[in-house]
C-alpha cells in the first residue's frame, strides 16, 4: 500500500513529520517498509543538438542540467532546438510507469530523457518536447513530487488499504486529529436500466449514468498523487476508478455506456463461456466465476477485471460507474485460478466495507463530472447494502487477564472511541460494535489486540515486571511436557496451522476442516492432524541426506470451524538408525518400541494395557499398538504405513506416535511432581510362553498394569520354540513406596504372574 503524505493530511491535521508518522504506524502494527520522495523531471537547457546518422527523425542533444557537465541525451521530438529549456527526466525517474534508465540507442548513448507535457502529467500535448519559460531555472524540478510512504498489509487488516483508515488509526495513537470526511449519497434519478442480482455472492450493486461528459485529464492533485504512488494518469473517468480504490479501498469500475446493451446482470458464469479482459486476455470460465454481464455477454470479471467490450475510450460520451460488493472469497477464487491479481481483486479478497458503496459512488461521479462535465441521468441498486450489526460483549477486565497490564475501563472507552468503535454499557461489561471497515475484529480477544496496539507496545514491556499474580492463566505443564520430550533426545518441530485435505484423507477419518479462503492452494484446511507436517518434514531432511530423526510438535488440530472445536496434540516421529555408523559402537534402527517408551514416559507411572485393534490409517497393520487404560485409547503408535510413505515419498523407516487428546492424557499434569522415592528400585525378570502372534507389548502392558509401583517393563528376550510357541523374557522395575520385606516382592511377583496369564492367555516359563 502507498499513499503520499499530503493525501494522508486530506483526513489527519498532525504536526508530525513524515519519518514520525512512520515511526508511529510501524509502532502500532503497520510496518512502513519505505519513505522516498520520488525523482522528479528536471528544467534543462539544450546547448547541443544534432542529427543522428542513419535516423529522420532522432536528434543527439547536450543539455545542460545544472552539474556544469553538459549531459548526452537521444531525442526524437521534433521541436528539439539549442537554447530551448524543457524537462529532463535523469536515470531512476518514472515516467507513465517506467523507469528511465541510462542506455544506448542505435549505438548512441542516451543518459535521460526529454519530456513532453502528457509524459509530465501537465497536459494532454505529445506532440514535442515540453517547453519552458526561458528564464527558468536550470536544475530545479518542473513538476512537484511528494513523500510516499510505502507499507505491508497484513491479511487481517483491510483498512489499511484506504489512506482514511491509517488516519483513523494515527489519529487513535495520538498522531494528531482526525478530520471526518462529509461523505454523502446520490439522490434516486430513475433510469431505464435495472440491476438483476442472481448470485448470493453480491449482496449489493450500484450505479450510475453520467451522460454527456467529455473526456479530461484530472486534477492536478489527482494526477500527482498517483503518479507518486506509481499509477500512470491517464484521464479523469479512469484516475477516478483508481483514487477512490485507494482513497477509500472501495474498488470501482467504470464502462462506455453506449456499449451496455440492456439491463445490468450480476451471476455465474458458465462452464466454458468466453471473456475478454482489457488487456485483450482471453479466459475460459467455469461456474465458480461471478460475472457482470449484459444482453450481450459478459463485461467483466466481478471484482477482478473489466473487459475490452465496454471499457472507456478517448471518444466516450456517456458512462455508467459500478460501485458494489462482492464476496471475498469468490472473488480470490477467480483470482487465483485465472492468475489475476489487480488493486481490486486484492482488496475484494481481504474484505472491504460492505456499507461504502453509496458512498463511494457520489464522490466519484463529483470528481468526474468536476473534470469532465456530463449530467446524472439515472442510477440504479440490485440487493441492498448489508446491516452492520456486529456487536462484541467485552469486559474490560479482559484485558488484564489476557495481558497483565492494568488499565482503567475509562482508558479502554476512549482508546476504542477514537477508532471510531461505538461503546456502550451492559453493566459492568461493553457493548462494542466496531467500524464496518474493521472486518477483522469479531471477538473480546480482538478487542484486546487492538488495546495494546493504541496502548503501546514499549509500555507492556516497560509495565512487565508489575504484572499482577492473577494474570492470564498459563498452561505450565505444555512447557514441561516440552522439557520432558526434549530431554528424551527429541527436538521441537513448529508447522503453519493449516494442512492438505488430500493427505488428510489418507491419515485419518477426521473431519476435514476446508478453508473458504486459503493462502495457497496445497495448504486449504485447518490442519487435523499433526502428522502431516512433521512427514513433510521428515522427507525434506531425507532429500538432503539427514535421514535420522527425533521429532515432535505440541500444537492445536481442529475438529469443526465453529469456536472451540479445536484440542492439543502431540505427534512424535523418529526415523533412521539410533546413531550414525561407528566402529566404536554398533547402532540399530529405530523401532516402535522407542516411540511407545516416550508415550509411557509422559504418562508417569500410570497403569496401561496395549491393544493391536483397530490401527488408523496412517499406521501399518502388522506393526502398530494403542496404549489403553480399559476401554479409553490414550495414545497410538507404529510404524508409517507404506502406502503413505509411497505417497510421501519417504524411504526411510518411520516409527510414529499420537496422543490425540493432550489435555486428558492421565498423569500430564503430573510433570512438577517430584518422581524420586526414598527407596532404591528393584527389578524382576519373568519369561512367559504365548502364542507365536501374541504382541510383547501386551505382555509387558499387563505387567505394568499389575501394580503402581511398578514403573517400566523392558522386554530383553525373545525366541520361537518348536511346538509353535514363543518365549518372551522382560525386566520390570519396581519403585517402593516403603521397606518390602522378601514375602512383599513375592506378593507382587504373584499378582504379575496371575496378571500377565489371565490378560494374554501366557503361562510362566519354569526355566
Known sequence: MKWTYDWLTDYLRTDLSPDEIADKLTRTGLEVEDLSAPIAPIAAKIVECK????????HILMVDDGTKTLRQVVCGAPNARVGLVSALALPGCVIDGHEIKSGKLRGVMSNGMMCSGRELGINDDHSGIIELPADTK?????????????????????????????????????AGE?????????APVKSSRAVNIKTDRCPVYQFCEIYGITIAPSNDTIKSRLASIGINPKNAPVDTTNYICYDMAQPMHCFDADEI?????????????????????????????MVIADDTGILALAGVIGGARGMTGDNTKNIILESAYFNPVSVRKTAKRLGIS???????ERGIDPTITGVALARAADIIMDACGGKIVGTGIGGKIPDENRQIKYSPDLFKRKTGIDISPDTQQDILKKLGFTVSTDGSSFVITPRPDRVDVVIPENIVSELIRIYGYDNVVANAKHRPSDSAPHHDYYIAMRRELAARGLNEA?????????????????????????????MDTARNNLLENILGFVRSNEKRGYPDLNL??????????????????ICIVRTGNTAPRHWTHRNRARDIYDVQADIIALMHNQNFTISTENPPRWAHPFRYGAVMQGKKKIADFGELSPILARHMKIKTNVNIAIIDDVENLPGARRVHEP????????TRDFAFITDADFPAAKLTGAAIASDSRITDAVVFDAFEMPDGKKSIAFTITIMPTENMSDTDLQKLQDTVIANVEKKCNAKIRDK
Open 675 to 682: 518422581n524420586l522415592s526414598d527407596f532404591q528400585p528393584i
Open 342 to 348: 489487480t488493486d481490486s481483486s486484492y482488496r475484494y
Open 51 to 58: 542529427k543522428m546518422d542513419d535516423s529522420d527523425h532522432l
Open 178 to 186: 482526525y478530520i471526518a470526511p462529509q461523505d454523502k449519497t446520490l
Open 261 to 289: 446493451n440492456g439491463d445490468i446482470t450480476v451471476r455465474m458464469a458458465e462452464n466454458g463461456e468466453k471473456f475478454t479482459d482489457l488487456f485483450g486476455k482471453t479466459h475460459e470460465l467455469c461456474d465458480t466465476d
Open 138 to 174: 536550470i536544475g530545479t524540478p518542473v513538476v512537484k513530487t511528494e513523500i510516499v510512504f510505502d507499507a505491508g498489509i497484513t491479511p487481517n487488516r483491510p483498512d489499511y488499504l484506504a489512506v482514511r483508515g491509517i488516519a483513523r488509526d494515527l489519529a487513535a495513537c495520538g
Open 552 to 569: 515432535f510438535e505440541l500444537g492445536t488440530v481442529f475438529d469443526g470451524d465453529t469456536p472451540g472445536a479445536q484440542h492439543t496434540q
Open 494 to 522: 513448529k508447522s503453519f496451522g493449516f494442512g492438505n485435505s488430500q493427505v488428510e484423507a489418507l491419515i485419518s477419518d477426521a473431519p476435514i476442516v476446508k478453508i473458504a479462503n486459503p493462502i495457497v492452494s496445497d
